[in-house]
């Protein structure tokens, strides 16, 4: 990667992430950057319904999300997994449970995303396909408002293992135990079809394919 970002050397790279991808998508600019300090960028931190949005309108260099629709002509790579986890506070009942049934989540109130997510519409595709009727009345619109909701005790939460590193080590929140989970996504760099990067933006792309998995640690992945 170091030989390719040889031939670059500024621009200006114009970048959305969805809400959920910002917790490593930081990390993989600051990494990028440090081998081109001169490449200027902006980063749009937004959910899901509003990605397809920018990408229907091409505003944007490239989005980093979950999987698109297949219809909308757009250019998509995976390039790592996105596991999402049911949370609860350390002194839940269920905390010490090995192997939870889905239909026992039934019993609990949860905290969720907003309609526009793509966590929410994840969660809510894999309990429609089970049977399971999850009480959701409470949502929220980003994944720390969540994370605050269940440690106070609102009730269980649904989101990806990448946005729980800090409350995993610190023991504030813990992944329950769950006989069908996770529900597996995978995060994918998308852009129009046929669209033209700019060399700043094409490099960003193959570095993001190339490095984003070996970058983001896996030890709070495999822990849970
Ligand atoms: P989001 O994440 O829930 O922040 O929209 C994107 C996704 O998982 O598709």
Do not use: C
Not at 160 to 186: C, K, N, Q, Y
Request: no cysteine.
């Amino acid at each position: 990667v170091i030989e390719q970002l040889k031939g670059v050397r500024r621009g200006h790279l114009d970048i959305s992430v969805a809400s959920t991808a910002n917790y490593f998508a930081t990390r993989l600019l600051a990494s990028f950057i440090s081998h081109y300090p001169e490449v200027s960028f902006s980063l749009d931190v937004t959910n899901r319904a509003t990605l397809l949005r920018q990408l229907e309108q091409n505003d944007k260099d490239m989005v980093i999300m979950g999987k698109p629709p297949d219809d909308q002509g757009l250019e998509t790579e995976a390039f790592m997994e996105n596991p999402l986890v049911v949370i609860a506070p350390p002194d839940h009942p269920l905390a010490g449970e090995a192997g939870i049934s889905l239909k026992r989540l039934e019993e609990e109130p949860f905290v969720v995303r907003e309609p526009g997510s793509g966590t929410f519409i994840a969660m809510e595709r894999f309990f429609a396909e089970h049977g399971v009727n999850l009480k959701t009345g409470m949502q929220m619109t980003s994944n720390e408002a969540i994370k605050q909701a269940v440690e106070a005790g609102l009730g269980l939460g649904i989101v990806s293992i990448h946005t729980l590193e800090l409350e995993l080590e610190t023991g504030r929140l813990v992944v329950l135990d769950m006989a069908d989970f996770p529900i597996l996504r995978h995060w994918y760099v998308v852009h129009r079809q046929g669209k033209r990067l700019s060399p700043v933006a094409q490099t960003f792309k193959e570095f993001v394919l190339s490095r984003a998995s070996k970058m983001v640690t896996r030890s709070h992945l495999e822990s849970a």
